[in-house]
């Protein structure tokens, strides 16, 4: 038997891990609160999230096996927030970056960008939680906990 997906509108809350340094914590914010301003910008209907619904899975799984692709090739120098590259030592502190899609696939974005470079465990952790976010089908905002400097 298939999964039936009800319209189901909300906001979801993003956790930071209490063992982030300041500056993930900070990648973060910047990353929760560019989705919350997309979110809040598509109006009461939210962002339809296609990863969610029968009918647009495979044009999901489609589009982020594209955007990992073109992830991988990204060379560009914008980053999430500006504590990754300080004047002096190793961007991000030396910890592995990802490319980021600045626009999440799911939530409508383009498998072809726009990106920018984000701390990979803040990336994994933030991808991992929007999986798990049950079966919202339209995001209306996004909040976060544990984080400081507040969201």
């Known amino acids: 038997m298939q999964a ?54 495979a044009i999901y799984e489609a589009n982020r096996d594209e955007g990992d692709r073109l992830a991988a090739d990204y060379n560009g120098n914008a980053y999430a927030h500006p504590c990754m590259n300080p004047p002096t030592g190793a961007q991000n502190g030396g910890r592995d970056m990802q490319a980021d899609h600045i626009h999440e696939i799911q939530f ?10 984000l701390d990979q465990a803040v990336n994994g952790s933030i991808g991992t939680q929007l999986n798990k976010t049950g079966k919202v089908t339209h995001l209306t905002g996004v909040t976060a906990a544990n984080c400081q400097p507040v969201c």
Do not use: H
Not at 15 to 37: L, P, V, Y
Not at 109 to 114: E, F, I
């Open 108 to 117: 409508g974005g383009d498998p072809a960008g726009p990106f920018m470079w």
């Open 4 to 57: 039936t997906y009800v319209k189901k509108v909300g906001p979801i809350e993003i956790k930071c891990s209490d063992d982030w340094t300041d500056c993930q914590k900070k990648q973060a914010c910047s990353k929760i609160r560019r989705m919350n301003t997309r979110a809040q910008a598509a109006g009461p209907g939210g962002l339809r999230n296609i990863s969610k619904t029968r009918r647009w899975r």
